[in-house]
C-alpha cells in the first residue's frame, strides 16, 4: 500500500516556527515529486511547497517564498517543509501528496496528484 504520513503540527504565536514531515512508504521514492498543500477553513485548497522527483527543483506558492523551505531525505524516503515567521494567515490542514517525476504548476490545489496522505494541523494564533 501506498502511504503518506504527514506529521508535526502544532500550535504556534506568530513570528515561530514549525516543521512538518511527510514519510512516503510503498513506491520508489525517487520516482515521485512530493508537494505540500493546505486546505485552510472556508477556503479551496491551494498549493504551498513542491519539490521534484530527479532534480530536485523546488517550487513555492508566492505568499510562503522566504518563510518555508522544502527539503527531502532520501534515506528516509521523508520530505519536509520548514515553515519561518509563521503569520495567522497559514493556519490550516497540511497535506502531503506524490505525483510520478514532475510538480505540479506553482500554487495549483493539485488535483492530478496521485496520492495523498491524511493532513496535519497548522494553528498560528497568539
Known amino acids: 500500500d501506498v502511504q503518506l504520513q504527514a506529521s508535526g503540527g502544532g500550535v504556534v504565536q506568530p513570528g515561530g516556527s514549525l516543521r512538518l514531515a511527510c514519510a512516503v512508504s510503498?513506491?520508489?521514492?525517487?520516482?515521485?515529486?512530493i508537494g505540500w498543500f493546505r486546505q485552510a477553513p472556508g477556503k479551496g485548497r491551494e498549493g504551498v511547497s513542491c519539490i521534484n522527483s530527479s532534480d530536485r527543483k523546488t517550487y513555492y506558492a508566492d505568499s510562503v517564498k522566504g518563510r518555508f523551505s522544502i527539503s527531502s531525505d532520501d534515506a528516509k524516503n521523508t520530505v519536509y517543509l520548514q515553515m519561518n515567521n509563521l503569520k495567522p494567515e497559514d493556519t490550516a490542514v497540511y497535506y502531503c501528496?506524490?505525483?510520478?517525476?514532475?510538480?505540479?504548476?506553482?500554487?495549483?490545489?493539485?488535483?492530478?496528484?496521485?496520492?495523498w496522505g491524511k493532513g496535519t494541523l497548522v494553528t498560528v494564533s497568539s
Open positions: 510503498g513506491v520508489t521514492f525517487d520516482d515521485y515529486a
Open positions: 501528496a506524490a505525483e510520478r517525476w514532475l510538480c505540479p504548476p506553482p500554487g495549483s490545489a493539485g488535483d492530478k496528484m496521485d496520492y
